[in-house]
């Protein structure tokens, strides 16, 4: 009640300053409201070649990423903390031309965009198996101020990037957006998925970095995070298990979500927690088996046409605390399992279905091809 209550006098006092600011002419600028931020650095690695715009990146508190090929200056630490540098990002918000964001921006709630400028949302990932925005299930006991704002910051988005028509549909559910709203141009971070040279470089720096997996099978464990568990001491896989099985041909990567502080474990010959410091780019790179539950690493990693299995062991709790968007079995491009002793017989006898994955492929990418972003900026500013 007292943060929602704070919360809401903090958007009173942006929107008033945001209606004063945006009286002053709109700038050839664009802003890049991050939280995230790979999506974002992907659209500033190629701006130069279609563009003029003046770039100033916005970052958000929660926004670890070092942003490259922009001044340091332009780089604000976009914090209600910092007034001056906060003023400052809600300034360049009110005047820019083109505004990028990555993620849900409650200030949004309070910028009423001129009509010279263009919103758009490029998300943080390329998919989404659980439920988001309108449908997530975990704010239907907020207040009625809550889901007011939770739709004034949806309206703001003026376009949706997106890699598939399927993609658009649940966009368009979450935010309560139309199909006029959606840029089918493809996800800029799925283009690394479509260039060797990249790849190539991402496995050297894997493999310089990650020296036992070394003549192994990679295999990268990648969970999606859980409300609440920002402290994990233990494991829902058995590794002693799949290092008395798998030991001798491959290795295991453990990789949780970067909000969550993995403590307890210690890294062996089998075994390497890579949960921080590491790109998951890279780790991608050398993946030769993916094993997950919730997360939208598929929707990017059956572009590479590896195999995955899936490892929902909380199916029946996940799916009424947060849902997901489809019937789970029919979702996902690889055999379901839920118990440790079934992941270590797939792997050993290669049970997988590569047409399958081929499948989820085309229809999920069906606009990511590698030049997704170059689409993109061909379309924002041509």
Not at 4 to 10: C, F, Q, R
Not at 98 to 127: E, M, R
Not at 155 to 160: G, N, Q, T
Request: contains cysteine.
């Amino acid at each position: 009640m007292i943060r929602e209550v704070a919360l809401s006098i903090y958007l009173l006092l942006v929107r008033i300053l945001f209606r004063i600011l945006r009286m002053l002419p709109v700038q050839n600028k664009t802003v890049m409201l991050s939280a995230f931020g790979d999506n974002i650095q992907q659209v500033i690695n190629q701006m130069p070649h279609h563009t003029s715009s003046k770039i100033i990146v916005l970052k958000e508190p929660q926004c670890t990423r070092t942003f490259q090929n922009v001044s340091a200056d332009n780089v604000i630490d976009f914090s209600h903390k910092h007034i001056f540098h906060h003023i400052k990002g809600i300034y360049h918000l009110a005047t820019s031309k083109v505004v990028f964001v990555d993620s849900y921006h409650a200030i949004l709630a309070a910028c009423d965009f001129k009509k010279q400028t263009t919103c758009i949302q490029l998300w943080h990932a390329n998919g989404a198996v659980k439920l988001f925005g309108l449908k997530d299930k975990t704010i239907d006991n907020r207040q009625g101020s809550a889901h007011r704002r939770f739709k004034n910051v949806y309206r703001r988005f003026h376009k949706v990037v997106v890699s598939s028509d399927a993609m658009a549909d649940i966009f368009k559910t979450a935010f309560g957006l139309s199909d006029n709203h959606m840029l089918k141009t493809g996800v800029p971070r799925t283009d690394f998925f479509h260039s060797k040279r990249r790849l190539e470089t991402a496995k050297a720096r894997a493999h310089e970095n990650l020296p036992q997996i070394e003549g192994k099978q990679v295999i990268l464990y990648a969970p999606t995070f859980r409300d609440g568990d920002f402290e994990v001491c233990t494991l829902p896989i058995d590794v002693a298990a799949m290092q008395a099985s798998l030991g001798d041909t491959c290795h295991l990567l453990i990789h949780l979500h970067p909000a969550v502080n993995f403590q307890g474990f210690v890294n062996t010959d089998f075994a390497t927690d890579v949960s921080k410091g590491y790109s998951i780019f890279e780790l991608l790179s050398v993946t030769d088996i993916l094993i997950t539950d919730y997360s939208s690493i598929p929707f990017e990693f059956s572009t590479l046409k590896k195999p995955m299995i899936f490892y929902p062991y909380d199916l029946k709790v996940y799916e009424e605390s947060r849902g997901i968007w489809f019937d789970y079995a029919t979702l996902v491009p690889g055999p379901i399992v839920y118990r440790t002793s079934d992941i270590i017989d797939i792997i050993d006898e290669q049970l997988f279905d590569m047409e399958v994955v081929e499948t989820f492929d085309k229809k999920w990418n069906m606009y990511a091809d590698g030049q997704a972003t170059c689409r993109l900026l061909e379309s924002v500013y041509n």
